[in-house]
């Protein structure tokens, strides 16, 4: 889908077309209307539930930024529902919550409260 913007840049105006790949795109190329390539930032909503890799018909989710471990709100064991907040994990202040990808059961939670953890670290599996 290609839509049509004015932007003003320095008092200039400039009329760009932006065509939407995917919901989840960093930046979209717009053309200019004076020819000038340049990138048009998009807003993009990060969703805090974490990256799930599947694994022997298990699922480990892994964190999605680098952060602290405030919360865990389950046990290993415990029955989840799809959505349901397995932990908080704090990033840059701000809270993130860390939800099951799917209904389902945690059969281990490899973070401890507190834990610093990196993009990519194993938080639990399902």
Do not use: C, H, W
């Not at 018909?57 to 397995?86: C, D, F, H, T, Y």
Request: a negative charge; charged letters at 20%; hydrophobic letters at 50%.
């Amino acid at each position: 889908m290609i839509k049509k913007f004015v932007v003003t840049v320095n008092g200039e105006k400039y009329e760009v077309e932006v065509e939407q790949i995917g919901e989840a795109a960093a930046s979209i190329p717009a053309t200019v209307a004076s020819g000038i390539k340049a990138e048009a930032p998009v807003a993009v909503t990060a969703s805090a539930a974490a990256p799930v890799k599947a694994s022997g018909g298990e699922n480990e989710v892994a964190s999605p930024l680098p952060g602290v471990i405030l919360r865990i709100n389950v046990a290993a064991g415990q029955a989840v529902k799809a959505g349901e907040v397995i932990m908080i994990l704090e990033a840059m202040k701000m809270e993130n919550d860390i939800v099951a990808p799917k209904d389902g059961v945690i059969s281990a939670i490899n973070v401890q409260k507190g834990a610093a953890v990196q993009t990519g670290d194993l938080l639990f599996t399902m």
